[in-house]
Nanobody, 123 residues
C-alpha cells in the first residue's frame, strides 16, 4: 500500500507561480511512475505531468514549458513547479502513483491517489 498527501495549492493571479508537493508513504520502492492529474467541475480528469523510475518525464501539451515535475527520492516527495499560471489551470490537483504504468498521462493507469489540493488562478 502507498499513501499520498498533497500540499501547496492556493490562489494566485494569472502569471503567478505555485509549487505543489506530494509526500509518499508506505511501499514506495515498488512504484514505477508518479504523476500529477487535475480535474475541474464538469470536466474529465486529465494528466498534467508524470515521472517514471527510468527518469523519463511526460507533460500535457497545455503545460509544456510552464510546469516542471521533479522528485526527491530521499524524501519520497514529488513536486510540480507551476509558472505562468493561467485561469484555465484552475482545478483540483491530484498526485497519483502506480507500480506498473503503460501511459503515464492516463489516470486510469494509476491505482494510488491523494485527496487533492486546490489551485485557483484568477485573471
Amino acid at each position: 500500500q502507498v499513501q499520498l498527501v498533497e500540499s501547496g495549492g492556493g490562489s494566485v493571479q494569472s502569471g503567478g507561480s505555485l509549487r505543489l508537493s506530494c509526500s509518499a508513504f508506505g511501499y514506495t520502492d515498488s512504484l514505477d511512475c508518479m504523476g500529477w492529474f487535475r480535474q475541474s467541475p464538469g470536466k474529465e480528469r486529465e494528466g498534467v505531468a508524470a515521472i517514471c523510475s527510468d527518469g523519463t518525464t511526460s507533460y500535457a501539451d497545455s503545460v509544456k514549458g510552464r510546469f516542471t515535475i521533479s522528485q526527491d527520492n530521499a524524501k519520497n516527495t514529488l513536486y510540480l513547479q507551476m509558472t505562468s499560471l493561467k485561469p484555465e489551470d484552475t482545478a483540483m490537483y491530484y498526485c497519483a502513483a502506480d507500480p506498473k504504468v503503460y501511459n503515464p498521462l492516463d489516470w486510469t493507469d494509476f491505482r494510488y491517489w491523494g485527496r487533492g489540493t486546490q489551485v485557483t488562478v484568477s485573471s
